[in-house]
């Protein structure tokens, strides 16, 4: 008996995080002082997707 071949289903890919468009990583601007001066830039992992990249489920 011959088993009917069946291709595997494609697992659906999950979404990328809106936030760090799916890089886990945001970068944000350092600010100082009462001006904020701009003093360079931070790379810090995303809270939304906390670092995976992928858009939370809920
Ligand atoms: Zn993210």
Not at 20 to 31: A, L, M, Y
Not at 34 to 46: D, E, H, L, P, S
Not at 47 to 58: H, K, T, V
């Amino acid at each position: 008996m011959a088993a009917p071949k069946t291709t595997p289903s494609p697992e659906p890919k999950p979404a990328p995080c809106p936030v760090c468009k799916g890089s886990g990583e945001v970068s944000r601007t350092v600010q100082v002082g009462r001006k904020r001066r701009t003093v360079g830039r931070q790379t810090g992992f995303c809270l939304n997707c906390l670092g995976s990249g992928e858009a939370p489920a809920d």
